[in-house]
Structures are given as structure tokens and as C-alpha cells.
């Protein structure tokens, strides 16, 4: 191949890559809004279960549901949505790591043929303000700081879903077949996140092993293991919730002592 041919296929191939880094960067802004829209909408979700475990489900059933006396129905709507949110969040965080990193990638290499300022950061091309855009950064304390809210709220996702569960079916057989379904859902999540991007992910990351997502797991498991415990044990009102009753979200406050007549005596 003569040098002119050369520089003819070395052109075709950077205008190739150039049409395919446009496309990844499109995509990236896309998963991008999607991972923060599901962030998002698991805080909310998150919210609302600890307001109802604090009482206050009355309130939010009016809000939601229109009718302040069904609140015992958010028992099961509740868990139904945080379980649906995060098993979303691990398909659309897979999408966005894989193509953050295809975008870093191909970046770098395209910019290895052009002839830019020395004080220029191709990463700027490929960089989001994506709160989860820490992922793909090397190791610094500040940053782990940040990343370990990551499983805290997972935990308590994780955790409200099997309290507010609980609350429903007590300590029975359908409680057992609950967790028997439900924890195989949540370990595929995370295995299938680990799995995709374990070549990927920066930070933490140690030879052939990514610690980064390793620590998260864990993070979550004993945090969601402490907090339903805790959950349970101060739970002001053991009984289980009854859906076709409708109220009681919340113990019921102890009744008033009744007034004494003028001039009685105790």
C-alpha cells in the first residue's frame, strides 16, 4: 500500500469513527437522563415508604390515591414500585457504564490524529455531570465518600421493600416465598451490573477484580440486613397490616383519660 493510500484509509477510518463517537455520544446523553430520571424516581419512592413507616400514611394516600382511608393498600403498591425501580436502574446503569467507556475509548483514539493544543482535555468530550459519573474515575477518598450513598440507597430500597412486605403477611410461609423470589431478583441485578462492566469500572478497581462494585454489594447486604432488622425491633405496632380494612397506617394513639366531673373526687 503506497503512503497515499494509506493516508486515504487512515481518513476514512477517522471519519468512520468520528459518524459512531457522534452516535455513542447521543446514546450517552440518553442513558444518562435515564439513569437520573430512575435515581430520581427510587429517592421519591424511598421517601414516601419511610413517611408511611413513620405514620403518615393517611396523608399520602389522600395525595396519591385520592381517598385518605386506603393507605393500607401503599403496603403493597409501594414494594411493587422500589423493587420495579431498581431492577430498571441495573439495566439502565449497565447501558450507560458500557457506553461511557466505548465513548472514553474511541475518544482517545480518534484524538491521537488530530492535531489539537496541548492544554486541550479530550475528555471533555465524553465527560457528563452525571452524579453517577464518579464510577469511571480512579480511586480518591472524596470521591468514595460520594460513591458509598450509592448502596446506602439501595439498602434502603431493599430494606422498606421487605418491611413494608412483612407488615402484610407476618412471619408466615407467603413472607418466605416472598424473599425466596425476591432475593434471587436482586442478586441478578447486581451480578449482571458486575458482570458487564467488571473490565470497565475504574475506581476500586484491583488486578482482574473490580473492588469498586464488590463494595457496594457488601455495603448494601449489611446495611439492608441492619436496617430491616432495626425496623423491626422498634416497630411501634407488631400487628400485620389487614388491606381490605381500610386505615390504619399508623399505631393508634392512645385514647384520652376521661375528663372528671366539677367537685368528684378520686
Known amino acids: 500500500m503506497s503512503d497515499a493510500e494509506a493516508d486515504v484509509w487512515t481518513q476514512q477510518k477517522i471519519e468512520a469513527g468520528e459518524k459512531y463517537l457522534d452516535r455513542l455520544l447521543a446514546k450517552l446523553e440518553a442513558s444518562?437522563?435515564?439513569?437520573?430520571?430512575?435515581?430520581?424516581?427510587?429517592?421519591?419512592?424511598?421517601?414516601?415508604?419511610?413517611?408511611?413507616?413513620?405514620?403518615?400514611?393517611?396523608?399520602?394516600?389522600?395525595?396519591?390515591?385520592?381517598?385518605?382511608?386506603?393507605s393500607n393498600i401503599l403496603y403493597v403498591i409501594l414494594p411493587v414500585v422500589n423493587t420495579y425501580l431498581f431492577v430498571r436502574f441495573g439495566l439502565i446503569a449497565g447501558v450507560f457504564s458500557k457506553v461511557r467507556y466505548d465513548a472514553e475509548?474511541?475518544?482517545?483514539?480518534?484524538?491521537?490524529?488530530?492535531?489539537?493544543?496541548?492544554?486541550?482535555?479530550?475528555?471533555?468530550?465524553?465527560?457528563?455531570?452525571?452524579?453517577?459519573?464518579?464510577?469511571h474515575?480512579?480511586?480518591?477518598?472524596?470521591?468514595?465518600?460520594?460513591?458509598?450513598?450509592?448502596?446506602?440507597?439501595?439498602?434502603?430500597?431493599?430494606?422498606?421493600?421487605?418491611?413494608?412486605?412483612?407488615?402484610?403477611?407476618?412471619k408466615s410461609m407467603w413472607l418466605a416465598l416472598f424473599v425466596a423470589v425476591y432475593l434471587p431478583i436482586v442478586c441478578v441485578c447486581y451480578w449482571a451490573y458486575y458482570d458487564?462492566?467488571?473490565?470497565?469500572?475504574?475506581?476500586?478497581?484491583?488486578?482482574?477484580?473490580?473492588?469498586?462494585?464488590?463494595?457496594?454489594?457488601?455495603?448494601?447486604?449489611?446495611?439492608?440486613?441492619?436496617?430491616?432488622?432495626?425496623?423491626?425491633?422498634f416497630d411501634p405496632d407488631p400487628r400485620t397490616i389487614d388491606l381490605l380494612t381500610p386505615e390504619r397506617s399508623a399505631p393508634a394513639a392512645p385514647a384520652a383519660p376521661e375528663a372528671r366531673q366539677p367537685g368528684s373526687r378520686t
Open 137 to 170: 474515575y480512579k480511586f480518591s477518598p472524596s470521591t468514595a465518600l460520594l460513591l458509598f450513598t450509592i448502596p446506602i440507597v439501595f439498602a434502603l430500597n431493599h430494606s422498606l421493600t421487605l418491611y413494608l412486605i412483612y407488615k402484610v403477611l407476618g
Open 105 to 135: 475509548h474511541l475518544a482517545d483514539d480518534l484524538s491521537k490524529y488530530q492535531d489539537l493544543p496541548l492544554s486541550f482535555d479530550v475528555g471533555q468530550t465524553y465527560r457528563t455531570n452525571s452524579y453517577f459519573e464518579w464510577v
Open 196 to 233: 458487564s462492566n467488571k473490565n470497565n469500572t475504574v475506581v476500586l478497581a484491583g488486578k482482574r477484580k473490580s473492588w469498586f462494585i464488590i463494595y457496594v454489594i457488601g455495603i448494601a447486604v449489611v446495611a439492608t440486613a441492619i436496617l430491616i432488622g432495626s425496623l423491626i425491633h
Open 32 to 70: 444518562k437522563a435515564d439513569v437520573e430520571k430512575n435515581w430520581m424516581g427510587q429517592i421519591t419512592s424511598i421517601a414516601i415508604s419511610l413517611a408511611l413507616v413513620a405514620g403518615l400514611g393517611t396523608a399520602i394516600a389522600a395525595k396519591l390515591l385520592g381517598d385518605p382511608h386506603r
